[in-house]
């Protein structure tokens, strides 16, 4: 980075600050931008990306420093770019990760790190945990105590809690963890996962070269104001200045660090902005006898710090500092105020967890009101009417209460750690006294709940006063329970009221029981580590089968890598937003922009009128039939896209998106069909085999008849439901269309199908497909999602730029994108088995019908992939029937493992229940019922292969022995029998996934210095498809056997999939394009290998030895062709093959509550003889966390009308860095040689996925424990182990599932007469 003084101006009416070294000043700007729009878009640092405009992934974190006059040192810490205004940066000195090293100056050790440790996958949210991590790191090391040499002062454990607001939705977070680690100063190298450094080697980490000069860069007075007219932005410094700023009549917005924006989305515009961070009266800390007090500007994380500092002496301050590190992330508490968090509390009902904590603690607060200052309990501020814009909330004073009094706090989320709103918040304050005689006075409590869907936080009053002066005994514990569930009323329309008040009962109890003689639970988190994978490494087809780093992972670290989004807009570009529709059937009357104020920089609204001649409206194409861009004369489901309109900037065209009213017609159109069953009574269906593919229509089995007759035990017609899952690849859909001479369109697109992207526009503009280059380098992150969307979106850009004659890119906004994305299949299916006393099977017949929407998509696949995973067991007989239901839902895609996950899961439900039946341990029911090679082949036919390639059996022995699975059950067993409170649950699961390989094209050329260029019909998506590809050319050229060829692996680069350079790429799908473009580059390289081999011979002949270059260079001089394409495509019996695997989950479960945590999960999974065990491995772990999200949080929810309603960050919740096993043992099984195979390789993108059921498996056995709980203190109802546990397994299904009044059941249980 270049790094020179900051020059701040003393002018206040100029916004100055640097950005990684380099000056910008300017004199106008809208107030509104906020530094991730001008980074993106002024600035060639494009590492800062927009995950979610929402503060809630962390793509966007920058690090700021500068010197801060009030505490007169420097200041270095983490934002978020995407919420913070760029206005509030005057005089700040901003380092994205290209400033901590790029390819030109030379990387940082983090950047190294996050490489050589395989920690970037799809790379898009690379860039922010570097961020995330560094802040932490140079706070860490400028403290007074210098860090060991190459290591950091920060320990493990801070080191991963630095990064937990980060979302990363391809690695499963360990080896991210362990880039982190691998600086603290207490790691053990031994506990790191895979990585590249020989004996912990890491690249040099020096804090004086590093850190420090991002904090000198700032360090001098500047002018930290901004008071501009012209830019409407003004920094008050004292209460007078502002009193006559917001006195004049006109439109402002007080801002602190606008995180209030990531909820609220405002569209507004103002007058001006009042930045409130400079006046003295709001950013002092005061201390004294009876409190301490905060401005209401400082952050959170500066009340944090003071608190704890304070907590030393007094327990209520510290355990408040505590749960305040679980509001939002830490990049998020560094900018947001302690008062804006109160004020949205006050104002606008925000599910605050600081309202709650300060109501218990009885805070006060000092408002100004006009000019006279007011100071009022929480209570009256809370329950008063809503502030006025023009009230300023001065300070919060928290007391002091030395150890006078009991305090906890408690909130239930679905992260624990954080970044996730809570269900519901509690805090309790108590006087208590002992009494001689024993027991426990309660003399008064104050009692807070909050976040449960009320207008603000409330005190339980009547719960209090009834505790007031009582000896507390199980009969008082019994009645404030009572109590507490008439104070807790969640308003009405409030989702889950009875689990929340249940959790406030938890919550109580929890809190009182401790004060007398009854099993008290402990709520809380603790975070362990994430712990180590290892591999078993192979050897042969060498550089083929070494681990080495993804390709582009360091440049992915450093922010140098180029997504769509990233190429800079050509001259005179516009930018597209999506409209879609929010009905499900209906006429679209019209489209209008009535908004007061109208949104600005419209340029044209795009919509099926505008297909021009020639052209079809045609948006996408698959395998079995075409999809329209728009809808025309009636939308078919919300989500449908109805238009695209175009405007100066993306952020115009979004807000003009969002704006759009649409005027909807549903007067005689049949009602909608919205879910299965209507479908079933509408007879709505697609054809489900016929006539797309016959080999798609799956076998059944046996005869089912015979099977139940054989049968000692049966259950007949059970249910499951299985609902959809949001793809979450944290780049959304993107494309750029550039026009190009003689009625061409160049294309770039993040899409796994550039060749049915390049078809679908040429269909939509009416042009020959050589008319449209559609060329993709990298996605971040796929996961199927996309194939189809992408091509709309690509489609809609192309044919806004051929109507208006200019380049138009779109990069869809996260809402919108949760919107149109379709996600997973859900389906009901309905089942009947039949089973002998042993436990083995005799018959299964599944009645499944799945919602595949409006449009056919690729959904014929999933009855044919459902099948293959139900299969994994040897049912006896197994016979189906199965509908693809056609619905006004959006059309449900292919999603990572699709059909498979839900066919394995239907297969591992149903050994559950027979093993409940049976009482048998479910472990026991699944061996007895695996494949001999006999009914592997009658079940898989061509598939299963050779009876040796059989390897679940060893698989399983092995994974049972390696993860003490017998001695861990019975520890599980003891662990159940002496904790009422958490359940423990362990379970092995296994896997039997089915994958087809299709054919690909490759292309190698030689350059004339002897680098290798190639091509393949793949995307990468951050699977490692070019890295696999890159070690297969070096392999195959390999062979020339020249010398000079060790590092031929460097030479060789791969390129940008380009549909005009390589045709019949296809589609990147189904786990098997890396082995297959692996086989295609083979194919090539033989080509050339066979060319050069005479010239070769003659040379050697002559020269004795011969270097590649040399070699080359002359096979250039005689004109040999070094340019070599090949088409691979599988023999026809190696078409199909079949993967295994299988892990052991346990998983903890909070009855109270419904937490869980994974305590350890261990995995076998044969890759055949692994092309790269770092990318194999990395699949395994990233893709079982997917499932871990399938299976434990995701909820994909619509409304009644078929909208996606969890459409953020804020409620749809993919795993975090503490969702993940608290141990992880991930091992890449070599197991020989599989002469059908690509290289004896086996594929790791999706099958693991489905091992997730273990910890689903695991969460069932806790609730079955949980159940047996209560049945043992008489309850009578919820009791049974016979249950089918929902999917996800969020904390309200597994606490209902343990029963929402376990507590008052306990308690009844107590008071029984004995
Ligand atoms: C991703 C994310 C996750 C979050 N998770 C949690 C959570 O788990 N628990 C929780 O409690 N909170 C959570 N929050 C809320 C967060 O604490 C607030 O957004 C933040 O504290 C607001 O402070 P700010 O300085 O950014 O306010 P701003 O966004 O600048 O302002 C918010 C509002 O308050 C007004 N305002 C600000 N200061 C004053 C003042 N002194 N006087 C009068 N008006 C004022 C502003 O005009 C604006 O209307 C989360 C926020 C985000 C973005
Ligand atoms: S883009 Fe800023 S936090 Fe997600
Ligand atoms: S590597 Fe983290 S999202 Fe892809």
């Not at 150890?403 to 809570?422: H, K, Q, T």
């Not at 093993?915 to 494949?931: K, T």
């Given at each position: 980075m270049?790094?020179?003084?900051?020059?701040?101006?003393?002018?206040?009416?100029?916004?100055?600050?640097?950005?990684?070294?380099?000056?910008?000043?300017?004199?106008?700007?809208?107030?509104?931008?906020?530094?991730?729009?001008?980074?993106?878009?002024?600035?060639?640092?494009?590492?800062?990306?927009?995950?979610?405009?929402?503060?809630?992934?962390?793509?966007?974190?920058?690090?700021?420093?500068?010197?801060?006059?009030?505490?007169?040192?420097?200041?270095?810490?983490?934002?978020?770019?995407?919420?913070?205004?760029?206005?509030?940066?005057?005089?700040?000195?901003?380092?994205?990760?290209?400033?901590?090293?790029?390819?030109?100056?030379?990387?940082h050790p983090i950047h190294q790190r996050f490489a050589g440790f395989h920690a970037s996958q799809c790379g898009f949210?690379?860039?922010?945990?570097?961020?995330?991590?560094?802040?932490?790191?140079?706070?860490?090391?400028?403290?007074?105590?210098?860090?060991?040499?190459?290591?950091?002062?920060?320990?493990?454990?801070?080191?991963?809690?630095?990064?937990?607001?980060?979302?990363?939705?391809?690695?499963?977070?360990?080896?991210?963890?362990?880039?982190?680690?691998?600086?603290?100063?207490?790691?053990?190298?031994?506990?790191?996962?895979?990585?590249?450094?020989?004996?912990?080697?890491?690249p040099p980490y020096d804090p004086e070269d590093d850190v420090w000069p991002y904090v000198r860069v700032c360090k001098q007075e500047c002018s930290t104001v901004l008071n501009s007219e012209s830019i409407s932005w003004f920094t008050p410094a004292s209460l007078e200045e502002l009193g006559s700023l917001v006195a004049d009549g006109a439109r402002f917005k007080l801002v602190v660090g606008n995180t209030g924006m990531g909820y609220y989305k405002e569209t507004e515009r103002y007058d001006k902005y009042i930045d409130l961070r400079y006046i003295p009266d709001l950013l002092m800390v005061r201390k004294d006898e009876t409190g301490i007090e905060f401005g209401a500007a400082i952050s959170i994380s500066r009340v944090i710090s003071s608190l704890k500092e304070e907590g030393e002496s007094d327990l209520v301050l510290m355990k408040i500092a505590q749960h305040m590190e679980r509001v939002a992330s830490i990049f998020i508490r560094n900018s947001a105020s302690i008062g804006g968090n109160l004020v949205m509390a006050q104002r606008r009902s925000f599910p605050s967890d600081i309202a709650t904590l300060l109501l218990a603690v009885?805070?006060?607060?000092?408002?100004?009101?006009?000019?006279?200052?007011?100071?009022?309990?929480?209570?009256?501020?809370?329950?008063?009417?809503?502030?006025?814009?023009?009230?300023?909330?001065?300070?919060?004073?928290?007391?002091?209460?030395?150890?006078?009094?009991?305090?906890?706090?408690?909130?239930?989320?679905?992260?624990?750690?954080?970044?996730?709103?809570?269900?519901?918040?509690?805090?309790?304050?108590?006087?208590?006294s002992f009494k001689e005689s024993g027991g426990v006075i309660l003399n008064y409590a104050r009692l807070a709940f909050g976040a449960y869907g009320t207008d603000h936080a409330t005190r339980a009053s009547e719960v209090e006063e009834y505790l007031a002066g009582k000896t507390l005994t199980v009969e008082v514990l019994d009645e404030a329970v009572r109590l507490v569930k008439l104070s807790v009323e969640p308003k009405d329309g409030t989702t889950l009221p009875a689990y929340r008040k249940s959790l406030a009962v938890s919550f109580l109890f929890s809190f009182l029981a401790a004060f007398i003689d009854v099993s008290s639970p402990t709520l809380g988190v603790s975070f362990s580590e994430v712990a180590d994978s290892s591999n078993e490494e192979t050897g042969t087809y060498y550089p083929v089968g070494e681990p080495i780093p993804k390709v582009g992972a360091i440049i992915q670290a450093s922010g140098e890598a180029v997504y769509v989004d990233d190429i800079p807009s050509p001259p005179h570009s516009l930018h597209g937003a999506l409209i879609y529709s929010t009905k499900p059937l209906a006429r679209v009357k019209s489209i209008s922009f009535e908004a007061v104020p109208k949104p600005s920089g419209i340029v044209d609204v795009i919509s099926a009128k505008d297909i021009p001649q020639g052209g079809q409206n045609f948006g996408a194409t698959g395998l079995f039939g075409s999809e329209y861009l728009f809808a025309d004369a009636t939308t078919a489901s919300a989500g449908d896209l109805i238009a695209f309109v175009v405007a100066r900037s993306q952020k115009e065209a979004?807000?003009?998106?969002?704006?759009?009213?649409?005027?909807?017609?549903?007067?005689?159109?049949?009602?909608?069909?919205?879910?299965?069953?209507?479908?079933?009574?509408?007879?709505?269906?697609?054809?489900?085999?016929?006539?797309?593919?016959?080999?798609?229509?799956?076998?059944?089995?046996?005869?089912?008849?015979?099977?139940?007759?054989?049968?000692?035990?049966?259950?007949?017609?059970?249910?499951?439901?299985?609902?959809?899952?949001?793809?979450?690849y944290m780049e959304t859909q993107t494309a750029l269309a550039i026009p190009d001479e003689d009625n061409c369109m160049v294309v770039y697109s993040s899409v796994q199908s550039p060749e049915l992207a390049q078809i679908s526009i040429a269909r939509c503009l009416g042009v020959p497909e050589h008319n449209v280059r559609v060329i993709t380098r990298r996605l971040g992150g796929g996961f199927g999602g996309k194939c189809q969307r992408a091509m709309k979106v690509a489609t809609a850009c192309a044919l806004a730029a051929?109507?208006?004659?200019?380049?138009?890119?779109?990069?869809?906004?996260?809402?919108?994108?949760?919107?149109?994305?379709?996600g997973r299949h859900p389906m009901k299916i309905t089942y009947t088995v039949g089973f002998k006393e042993n436990g083995k099977l005799t018959a299964l017949h599944v009645d499944i019908l799945i919602d595949a929407g409006f449009f056919i998509d690729f959904s014929p696949f999933i009855p044919y992939m459902l099948i293959a995973g139900?299969?994994?067991?040897?049912?006896?007989?197994?016979?189906?029937?199965?509908?693809?239901?056609?619905?006004?839902?959006?059309?449900?895609?292919?999603?990572?493992?699709?059909?498979?996950?839900?066919?394995?899961?239907?297969?591992?439900?149903?050994?559950?229940?027979?093993?409940?039946?049976?009482?048998?341990?479910?472990?026991?029911?699944?061996?007895?019922?695996?494949?001999?090679?006999?009914?592997?082949?009658?079940?898989?036919?061509e598939a299963a292969g050779e009876a040796s390639g059989y390897t679940l059996p060893r698989i399983w022995d092995e994974l049972i022995s390696s993860s003490c699975y017998m001695e861990r059950t019975a520890a599980v067993e003891q662990f159940n029998r002496s904790n009422i409170w958490r359940k423990r649950g362990i379970s092995c699961v296994p896997i039997v996934y089915k994958v087809t390989v299709s054919g690909k094209p490759g292309k190698v050329s030689i350059l004339k210095d002897a680098s290798v260029v190639v091509e393949v019909g793949g995307i990468e998506m951050g699977q490692g498809l070019y890295t696999k590809v890159k070690q297969a050319t070096a392999y195959a050229l390999s062979l020339i056997k020249c010398d000079g060829m060790e590092n031929l692996m460097e030479k060789v680069r791969v390129v940008e999939s380009d549909t005009l350079s390589l045709v019949q790429g296809g589609i990147t799908a189904g786990s098997t394009t890396s082995e297959a473009c692996c086989a295609a580059v083979i194919q090539c390289s033989t080509l050339l290998v066979e060319r050069l081999s005479p010239l070769a011979t003659t040379l050697k002949d002559e020269q004795g030895s011969l270097q590649w270059n040399d070699l080359i260079l002359e096979a250039h001089n005689q004109s040999i062709n070094l340019a070599a394409n090949s088409y691979f495509l599988p023999e026809s019996g190696s078409k199909e093959y079949l993967n295994y695997g299988a892990a052991v989950s346990e998983v903890e479960i909070c009855v109270l509550t419904g937490e869980k945590s994974i305590l350890r999960t261990d995995i076998v999974y044969d890759c055949g003889q692994s092309l790269n065990p770092a990318v194999d491995m990395g699949q395994i772990e990233g893709s079982f966390i997917q499932g871990v999200g399938f299976f434990m949080l995701e909820e994909y929810l619509t409304n009644e009308e078929g909208l996606v309603t969890t459409n953020s960050t804020w409620d749809y919740k993919i795993p975090s860095l503490d969702n993940v096993p608290k141990k992880l043992n991930a091992k890449v099984l070599n197991t020989g040689h599989h002469p059908d195979r690509v290289l004896s390789s086996k594929a790791s993108g999706e099958p693991p996925l489905v091992l997730a059921a273990s910890v689903y498996c695991g969460i069932r056995a806790g609730v079955v424990e949980a159940r047996k709980q209560l049945k043992g203190w008489g309850a009578t109802q919820g009791t049974d182990s016979d249950l089918q546990l929902d999917v996800p397994a969020t904390l309200p299904v597994v606490k209902q599932y343990c029963g929402l009044d376990y507590v008052e059941t306990y308690l009844r249980s107590l008071l029984a007469p004995s």
């Open positions: 270049e790094k020179k003084d900051c020059a701040v101006a003393g002018d206040e009416s100029r916004l100055v600050f640097e950005v990684n070294g380099k000056r910008f000043e300017m004199g106008e700007v809208d107030p509104s931008t906020t530094l991730l729009e001008f980074l993106r878009s002024a600035t060639p640092f494009k590492s800062v990306k927009l995950g979610c405009g929402e503060g809630g992934c962390g793509a966007c974190v920058v690090v700021l420093s500068r010197f801060n006059p009030v505490l007169n040192q420097p200041e270095i810490f983490s934002v978020s770019s995407c919420l913070t205004l760029l206005c509030s940066l005057n005089g700040f000195s901003i380092t994205t990760t290209e400033g901590l090293g790029n390819t030109k100056h030379g990387f949210c690379t860039p922010g945990f570097c961020m995330s991590f560094f802040s932490a790191l140079a706070n860490a090391d400028t403290a007074p105590q210098p860090p060991a040499p190459g290591f950091s002062n920060l320990t493990t454990s801070q080191a991963q809690t630095s990064i937990t607001g980060n979302l990363c939705r391809c690695t499963g977070y360990r080896p991210i963890a362990d880039a982190c680690k691998s600086f603290a100063a207490d790691v053990d190298i031994e506990d790191l996962g895979m990585n590249v450094f020989p004996k912990g080697e890491f009885g805070s006060t607060v000092a408002l100004l009101r006009g000019r006279a200052q007011e100071r009022m309990t929480m209570d009256e501020f809370l329950y008063g009417p809503p502030l006025a814009p023009t009230d300023v909330l001065l300070s919060v004073h928290i007391p002091f209460f030395g150890s006078r009094v009991g305090f906890e706090s408690y909130r239930a989320a679905p992260r624990p750690l954080g970044n996730a709103l809570p269900y519901l918040n509690a805090a309790f304050l108590a006087d208590v979004n807000v003009a998106a969002r704006m759009a009213q649409v005027d909807y017609e549903t007067q005689g159109l049949e009602p909608p069909i919205l879910t299965v069953e209507e479908a079933v009574e509408n007879s709505s269906f697609f054809d489900t085999f016929s006539p797309y593919e016959p080999r798609l229509k799956p076998e059944m089995i046996g005869d089912f008849t015979k099977g139940m007759a054989e049968a000692d035990h049966k259950i007949l017609s059970q249910e499951i439901i299985l609902g959809s899952q949001y793809f979450f051929q109507k208006l004659g200019r380049p138009v890119r779109s990069y869809i906004d996260r809402n919108a994108d949760m919107i149109i994305a379709g139900l299969k994994k067991y040897n049912w006896g007989a197994l016979s189906f029937d199965i509908k693809l239901c056609k619905t006004n839902n959006t059309s449900k895609t292919m999603m990572r493992a699709p059909g498979d996950v839900q066919g394995n899961f239907i297969a591992e439900a149903i050994i559950e229940r027979v093993a409940s039946l049976l009482s048998m341990e479910a472990g026991s029911v699944r061996e007895i019922n695996f494949h001999t090679g006999e009914s592997l082949q009658l079940f898989y036919a």
